[in-house]
């Protein structure tokens, strides 16, 4: 029940169709009695900063999560930004502190990535395939080498994106042995598709699934459906996969942590959780 009390948590992203955080984290807060609530509130890019200062004057939020495609706006409106959203170049967590300042975060490569050692996988030296250098797979990047992988192949559409995090990387991790311009998944350990395609019928497939060796990772960040037509062809290759959901209940503890509200286990999230595609 949202009542006039009702602490507000902005879900902020374009479009809210695919959105899935509504679904688990509010019956979470009913379960627990908590007084909140997860309000998705769709805004195009060219809205954004002005809406964004706008929701933050409001007297009851306490802060907000955000997606797809304001990840990396986010980090030019705060007052202050986490080491982790520092080097991943993007936002998707903010707090709006007693004394009214904003803290950005970053959570989505840390869930990912605990997410895949959860499922036994491990990091240490892999060599890993990130497709995708927007804000999820930036973050999803330097998690990846704060858990000690080998190398990392980094592509995008703009190669110049893919080139900055590859700069942002080598700042913080000179030994990380980095690679930019290509989408092969040939010789890679795990792989991982970061960017929107998936969300659309008919989309390409992010890279070559035939060029990924059987035994490979393959992960997933898009949650329009559980098993995106990718993780469907690497399943067929019989590749173990991670679905876009799964970074969504492994980081969302530490959502609830930060924005002051306790904290949970994936598991716990999933048993209460009422999500649908």
Same mark, same amino acid.
Not at 195 to 223: H, N, Q, S, W, Y
């Given at each position: 029940?949202?009542?006039?009390?009702?602490?507000?948590?902005?879900?902020?992203?374009?479009?809210?169709?695919?959105?899935?955080?509504?679904?688990?984290?509010?019956?979470?807060?009913?379960?627990?009695?908590?007084?909140?609530?997860?309000?998705?509130?769709?805004?195009?890019? #060219?809205?954004?900063? #002005?809406?964004?200062?706008?929701?933050?004057?409001?007297?009851?939020?306490?802060?907000?999560?955000?997606?797809?495609?304001?990840?990396?706006?986010?980090?030019?409106?705060?007052?202050?930004?986490?080491?982790?959203?520092?080097?991943?170049?993007?936002?998707?967590?903010?707090?709006?502190?007693?004394?009214?300042?904003?803290?950005?975060?970053?959570?989505?490569?840390?869930?990912?990535?605990?997410?895949?050692?959860?499922?036994?996988?491990?990091?240490?030296?892999?060599?890993?395939?990130?497709?995708?250098?927007?804000?999820?797979?930036?973050?999803?990047?330097?998690?990846?080498?704060?858990?000690?992988?080998?190398?990392?192949?980094?592509?995008?559409?703009?190669?110049?994106?893919?080139?900055?995090?590859?700069?942002?990387?080598?700042?913080?991790?000179?030994?990380?042995?980095?690679?930019?311009?290509?989408?092969?998944?040939?010789?890679?350990?795990?792989?991982?598709?970061?960017?929107?395609?998936?969300?659309?019928?008919?989309?390409?497939?992010?890279?070559?699934?035939?060029?990924?060796?059987?035994?490979?990772?393959?992960?997933?960040?898009?949650?329009?459906?559980?098993?995106?037509?990718?993780?469907?062809?690497?399943?067929?290759?019989?590749?173990?996969?991670?679905?876009?959901?799964?970074?969504?209940?492994?980081?969302?503890?530490?959502?609830?942590?930060?924005?002051?509200?306790?904290?949970?286990?994936? #598991?716990?999230?999933?048993?209460?959780?009422?999500?649908?595609?």
């Amino acid at each position: 029940m949202i009542r006039g009390t009702t602490t507000l948590i902005a879900h902020l992203g374009y479009p809210t169709e695919s959105f899935k955080a509504p679904m688990i984290y509010n019956p979470w807060f009913e379960k627990h009695g908590i007084d909140a609530v997860v309000m998705p509130m769709g805004v195009k890019a #060219e809205d954004y900063p #002005e809406v964004f200062r706008s929701v933050f004057r409001l007297t009851n939020i306490r802060g907000a999560l955000v997606t797809m495609p304001h990840k990396i706006t986010t980090i030019a409106l705060l007052d202050e930004v986490s080491t982790t959203a520092r080097i991943a170049g993007s936002c998707n967590a903010v707090l709006r502190r007693p004394d009214g300042t904003l803290l950005g975060d970053m959570f989505d490569g840390a869930g990912f990535v605990r997410g895949i050692q959860r499922k036994g996988r491990d990091l240490a030296g892999a060599r890993v395939l990130v497709v995708g250098s927007g804000g999820v797979g930036s973050a999803i990047a330097a998690s990846l080498a704060a858990a000690g992988v080998a190398a990392l192949g980094l592509h995008d559409f703009s190669p110049a994106s893919a080139e900055a995090l590859a700069g942002r990387l080598r700042e913080h991790y000179p030994a990380l042995e980095i690679a930019t311009g290509s989408n092969d998944p040939a010789g890679y350990d795990v792989v991982v598709n970061a960017t929107p395609l998936g969300m659309k019928e008919g989309d390409p497939l992010p890279m070559d699934v035939a060029r990924i060796a059987p035994g490979t990772f393959v992960g997933e960040v898009v949650m329009k459906q559980e098993h995106t037509p990718f993780l469907r062809a690497a399943q067929e290759k019989g590749c173990p996969v991670q679905v876009g959901t799964d970074m969504l209940f492994e980081q969302i503890p530490a959502y609830l942590e930060f924005f002051g509200f306790g904290t949970t286990t994936a #598991e716990e999230l999933r048993a209460v959780a009422r999500v649908s595609y």
